[in-house]
């Protein structure tokens, strides 16, 4: 990108309802999102939401694709990377002591460490919940899981304690709770963080200490199923299947010999496992 195009990207950015579309759009990655959710996640008005967007793509920052009559926005990942590599290395000339804490080179993984998984959803009734369980159970020592949710329910929701049941898990040792206790100073230090549903991907929260990777692993909330009890009960059984699958394929990376950029891209395909399985 010519310096111009930079500038002009920064300028797109300098404007908190812009920034709050790109950061959503960058908390859904590789997710694209349509202009509808957009307007509901942020609470805006569509007419101020075109406005955003238009100046967002025509800085290059995001882009816009076509699924039948609906739009759908995404960040350019390779325009961003040259917008930073811009500030970095032209703006910045690359000085250590500004970016040390942006450039360390992640470190080799202990074989013998445990490895932190928090899953977060909106309510922390279901889909979070069959991951932390799931976790809990093929992890062999080397993950822990958590769960939270950004406005947690009273309870998991009844189908859910039959699937968890039904698959062997203890279900008392489950409940919903609040992400904002993994803000605390007595909490464990966690390692990744999965959102699993779109609308916790949505939604502003700060981040954990410790930077941990993240990725969105989100999937259809089973309890808005309509139909008969064993349409939902189907339903249930294959948001569990799908959790599953993804999490052996999780537990299953090479870690060690893994670099960010690679870690990255195996948890962003990890995330697009089609959710229709055959459950058992």
């Known amino acids: 990108m010519s310096e111009k195009a930079n500038i002009a990207a920064l300028t797109a950015l300098a404007h908190p309802g812009r920034m709050a579309v790109f950061r959503l759009l960058a908390r859904r990655t590789p997710d694209t999102v349509s202009a509808g959710e957009l307007t509901e996640a942020l609470s805006l008005k569509p007419s101020t939401l075109s406005v955003y967007l238009g100046i967002l793509t025509r800085a290059g920052l995001i882009q816009q694709t076509r699924r039948g009559r609906s739009l759908h926005y995404s960040i350019d990942l390779t325009l961003t990377g040259s917008l930073i590599e811009y500030l970095v290395n032209d703006c910045c000339r690359g000085r250590p002591e500004l970016l040390a804490g942006l450039l360390s080179p992640r470190q080799q993984d202990d074989p013998q460490k445990i490895f932190n998984v928090l899953f977060v959803c909106t309510g922390n009734s279901t889909r979070s919940i069959f991951a932390e369980a799931i976790l809990k159970t093929i992890g062999e020592g080397r993950f822990r899981g958590f769960s939270a949710g950004t406005q947690p329910r ?127």
């Not at 489950?174 to 803000?183: A, D, E, R, T």
Request: aromatic share 10%; with cysteine; proline share 7%.
């Open 154 to 280: 009273a309870t998991i929701t009844p189908l859910t304690e039959e699937i968890l049941r039904a698959n062997g898990h203890d279900v008392s040792q489950f409940h919903p709770k609040s992400y904002h206790v993994f803000y605390e100073l007595s909490a464990p230090r966690i390692d990744f963080v999965f959102t699993v549903c779109d609308r916790a991907a949505n939604e502003e929260c700060p981040p954990l200490l410790g930077q941990p990777v993240t990725a969105h692993w989100g999937m259809v909330d089973p309890s808005k199923t309509e139909g008969t009890e064993a349409e939902r009960v189907l339903a249930f059984k294959q948001c569990y299947a799908t959790i599953e699958r993804r999490l052996k394929a999780f537990t299953s990376l090479p870690f060690s010999s893994l670099s960010e950029i690679s870690l990255q891209r195996e948890l962003d395909f990890i995330g697009q496992t089609p959710e229709k399985v055959d459950a058992v």
